[in-house]
């Protein structure tokens, strides 16, 4: 596996790759790569010829209270798994490179962004497509692959990639969870044992809804209400009272919420386990049992 830490060396790998013929897939992560991340890169591989999988904690898209300082980082175990995973390049840039100066010029997110997740972390998806920009000019993919998880970022950064005429496919690959339903994430490290098991209420209250959408009922308020009552269910807050809502809306792939709910509706929600926010989302046609289950790792 190359490493490199340039963006003038990343181009150039990458343009030489592309130069032979071959098809470069992209990965961008923020590090401490689980098997949600080492499966995005099983389908780049499959889609492409050769694989550059990023780690770069981005300062531009955690908000002045958030975990910037203390997001989990551990490159020595990151490179392993990459490079066991067959990753062709890891490309690991420090901050200057990045940003070798405050950047003045920002991607605006749009009305997309205004909602949900953009709602309660006010400039946060303007500092993810302003890096993921950059990240494409400096590796440009054929195909970057994003996970399904972060719904709203990945429908971003589609919509970026066309409106901006990145002139590469953005991939959609499905959520990978645990075997008891929790979507893998890199902030779970943060919740401890009762944490944990309290932070399976936002996959409970997915199938809650997917279950009464399942059974007839098509009234978004009504299933909106059904999915609230899983997630705040006394059970859940006796395990650990540490839960409080964010949202549960039933929107469509532009983040609208939906007059009329179809198998295309993502029911998304987002919820406070301690001091760790967590997001989910499913397609209510595909299911929570449609993504990828995986043993704890
Ligand atoms: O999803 C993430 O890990 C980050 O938001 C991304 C896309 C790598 C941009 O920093």
Redesign the pocket.
């Known amino acids: 596996m190359h490493e490199l830490t340039t963006p003038k060396d990343m181009h150039a790998w990458s343009r030489a790759e592309r130069a032979r013929g071959r098809r470069v897939g992209f990965v961008?992560?923020?590090g401490a790569l689980h098997e949600g991340h080492l499966r995005l890169v099983d389908r780049a591989k499959e889609r492409t010829d050769r694989v550059v999988l990023?780690i770069?904690?981005?300062p531009l898209?955690f908000g002045p209270k958030e975990d910037f300082t203390k997001y989990p980082r551990d490159l020595a175990r990151d490179r392993t798994l990459a490079s066991e995973r067959g990753v062709d390049c890891l490309f690991v840039p420090a901050l200057e490179a990045v940003y070798p100066q405050e950047p003045l010029v920002r991607i605006a997110s749009g009305p997309m962004a205004d909602t949900l997740e953009g709602a309660a972390r006010p400039g946060h998806f303007s500092?993810?497509l302003t890096?993921?920009a950059k990240?494409f000019h400096m590796v440009e993919p054929d195909v970057a692959v994003?996970?399904r998880k972060?719904f709203q970022?990945a429908m971003l950064?589609r919509r970026m990639a066309a409106d901006l005429d990145f002139g590469l496919e953005v991939d959609i690959a499905p959520t990978v969870r645990e075997l008891d339903g929790l979507a893998l994430s890199?902030r779970n490290s943060y919740l401890d044992a009762d944490q944990r098991r309290a932070a399976l209420a936002l996959s409970r209250a997915l199938r809650a809804v997917e279950q009464a959408w399942r059974s007839g009922e098509a009234d978004p308020k009504t299933l909106q209400r059904r999915g609230m009552q899983a997630l705040m269910a006394p059970g859940v807050a006796l395990m650990a009272p540490g839960v409080s809502p964010g949202y549960l809306e039933l929107v469509d792939e532009q983040l609208r919420p939906v007059a009329r709910v179809d198998a295309r509706t993502v029911v998304v929600i987002a919820a406070q386990v301690g001091a760790t926010r967590l997001i989910d989302n499913v397609v209510l046609g595909e299911g929570v049992g449609s993504d990828i289950a995986v043993r704890a790792s």
């Open positions: 961008p992560t923020m990023s770069f904690v981005n898209q500092g993810v890096v993921v990240l994003f996970g972060d970022q950064v890199s």
